[in-house]
């Protein structure tokens, strides 16, 4: 496995982003800024305090993002070397990690909603931005990874709708 993007300073993976290379590329990038939505929502709940079901909830959704993205990178390089159908399926099952636990966060900001303190209204609906963004970038790569390929994943194109119809009750 490759080395974790999470143990690099954000300005050496902006610039891994910028590179020549496959990866890191569009998931990464967005679980990336997913990860951050999430983490504003985890300030909130941890300032306003008293919601530790939520704040559990999403510390592991966190976890999901952090592991999608550098799983991303590593399905990504290990299909452009083989081009298989294994490899393919892990290039559409890390994003598929990563959008479901973007939209896990969006469900988590819903659910803080009007329980964090008014001083933080503000970090919490950026985090529900953050969320969204980040979700709309995964769906746009995901739909790339199965473009022509749809029958042979139907399961993953089920999910990706599915996914999609969750997050349209978040949208503002």
Not at 83 to 96: C, F, H, K, N, T
Not at 154 to 163: F, H, N
């Amino acid at each position: 496995m490759t080395r974790s993007i999470w143990s690099e300073s954000l300005a050496a993976f902006s610039d891994s982003v910028a590179a020549t290379r496959p990866a890191p590329a569009g998931v990464a990038a967005a679980a990336v800024a997913a990860e951050l939505g999430i983490g504003l929502l985890i300030k909130t709940l941890a300032i306003t305090g008293g919601h530790g079901e939520l704040l559990d909830a999403a510390r592991q959704e966190r976890a999901q993002l952090r592991g999608a993205a550098d799983d991303d990178i590593g399905a990504v390089m290990a299909y452009m070397q083989t081009r298989d159908a294994a490899a393919l399926r892990q290039a559409i099952e890390a994003p598929l990690r990563a959008a479901r636990a973007a939209v896990a966060g969006l469900e988590l900001c819903a659910k803080a909603s009007g329980a964090v303190k008014s001083s933080l209204t503000a970090d919490l609906g950026a985090a529900q931005a953050l969320l969204a963004g980040a979700l709309r970038a995964i769906l746009i790569c995901i739909d790339a990874n199965l473009q022509g390929r749809e029958e042979q994943h139907p399961d993953a194109v089920a999910e990706r709708r599915a996914i999609e119809d969750r997050a349209r009750v978040y949208s503002r």
